[in-house]
């Protein structure tokens, strides 16, 4: 439903070395298999190591915790790049990023790519048909079996969510 550019890249503050941070929403019960299947695919290509998936939410799962100004930070920097009437719900979902920052505003701009767009609900009603919560269920059972093998070696094991209809994996976290 919705991608946007995260991290030092969002921010304007990105090294050479920098990996690409993605935020992504997507349908309900899909974070798991989305996150895997963006996954495989940059490993298919060779861009596994530099694409992170940090962030990834459904759309019944807007709210950010914690409501602190680094959260706020993150949410205005977030560079769409697809999605943006899912992203004016996504900051409409979180009104603590107005207190912090009461001047912050979505930009009117349309970020929805051109071209055909009619088979798009076509594709997601196909997928809808049970397949896609036997892969939602198979994706969280082995991405889950294979981010808890690694949690070991997590520096920022607190800033880790790994629920159902939330993935975030911020195993070395900015925060402090």
């Known amino acids: 439903r919705m991608v946007a550019l995260s991290g030092s ?57 914690p409501e602190v100004l680094y959260s706020a930070n993150q949410i205005i920097h977030l560079g769409p790049i697809l999605g943006n009437e899912v992203l004016a719900r996504f900051v409409l979902a979180n009104p603590f990023v107005s207190e912090f920052y009461p001047n912050f505003a979505i930009s009117s701009q349309p970020l929805e790519p051109s071209g055909p767009q009619a088979l798009k609900p076509l594709f997601e009603r196909v997928l809808s048909v049970g397949l896609a919560h036997v892969c939602e269920r198979a994706a969280r059972a082995i991405y889950g079996w294979h981010l808890n093998r690694r949690a070991a070696g997590w520096r920022s094991r607190d800033q880790v969510r790994l ?14």
Do not use: Q
């Open 9 to 65: 890249l969002a921010h304007l503050n990105a090294e050479r070395s920098a990996d690409l941070d993605l935020f992504v929403i997507t349908a309900p019960h899909r974070v798991w298999s989305v996150t895997l299947s963006l996954l495989v695919i940059a490993r298919m290509f060779g861009w596994r190591r530099r694409l992170c998936l940090n962030y990834v939410i459904s759309e019944d799962a807007l709210e950010v915790e």
């Open 163 to 176: 629920d159902t209809e939330c993935l975030k994996l911020h195993t070395s976290s900015h925060r402090a």
